[in-house]
């Protein structure tokens, strides 16, 4: 099985940004069982370069699931995001640019959801005693971090989730977060290899 994580820069600091790296790390030290293949890919902080990259991304590599993470500056929480917005992309990016349409996909659905119950995953993960706060949400923010999620998910038949975490250390290390990442993806596999009929 293949699963990648891309990570994206949405706060724009650059110790935020390591933390975000350091947490995957720990990740990859931590794994997720011989069955699984990880790989990781950085998405630059760019509308064009995000619609350009996430669909050959997809196409080349065919995952069986992909999981965005990014950091997000008011997030307390380990913040699941249920679905990805096409609409409201005003701001512009890391080169001054916004889309003319403010959408992702022109005629595209205004939202799509995940193919993954994340509020299912939330309470697995809770259940689990990691001791790391998990909630979901609905918006993730209509900045690079939505509009990658967007993205992906019109681009991957919503075989795709996507995790905010807080800022370094309030209040969580990047151990912890490696943990609750290990944790979330592996909920999220068996929800996927459940609703594909693949689940041993």
């Known amino acids: 099985m293949t699963f990648h994580i891309f990570y994206v820069k949405c706060y724009e600091n650059n110790r935020h940004q390591i ?5 995957i790390e720990e990740l990859k030290r931590l794994g997720l069982g011989n069955s699984v293949d ?30 965005h993470v ?7 929480t380990v913040t699941l995001e249920q679905l990805g917005n096409n609409l409201g992309y005003m701001r512009p990016d890391n080169v001054g640019y916004s889309p003319e349409c403010g959408c992702c996909v022109v005629g595209g659905p205004e939202t799509i959801h995940s193919v993954l119950d994340m509020e299912v995953v939330r309470q697995r993960v809770k259940e689990s005693g990691l001791g790391v706060a998990v909630s979901t949400s609905q918006d993730a923010g209509r900045y690079l971090c939505d509009y990658s999620y967007y993205t992906s998910l019109y681009a991957g038949q919503r ?32 929800l996927l290899a459940k609703a594909e009929g693949t689940e041993k």
């Open 19 to 23: 933390f975000v790296i350091e947490a």
């Open 38 to 67: 990880l790989h990781v890919q950085e998405i630059p902080v760019e509308y064009r370069a995000v619609k350009d990259l996430l669909p050959s991304l997809w196409k080349q590599h065919q995952p069986h699931l992909v999981v």
């Open 70 to 76: 990014g950091v997000s500056g008011i997030a307390t």
């Open 159 to 190: 075989r795709c989730g996507f995790v905010h975490v807080p800022p370094l250390e309030e209040p969580y290390s990047s151990k912890e977060l490696g943990l609750a990442l290990q944790a979330v993806v592996t909920e999220m596999l068996g």
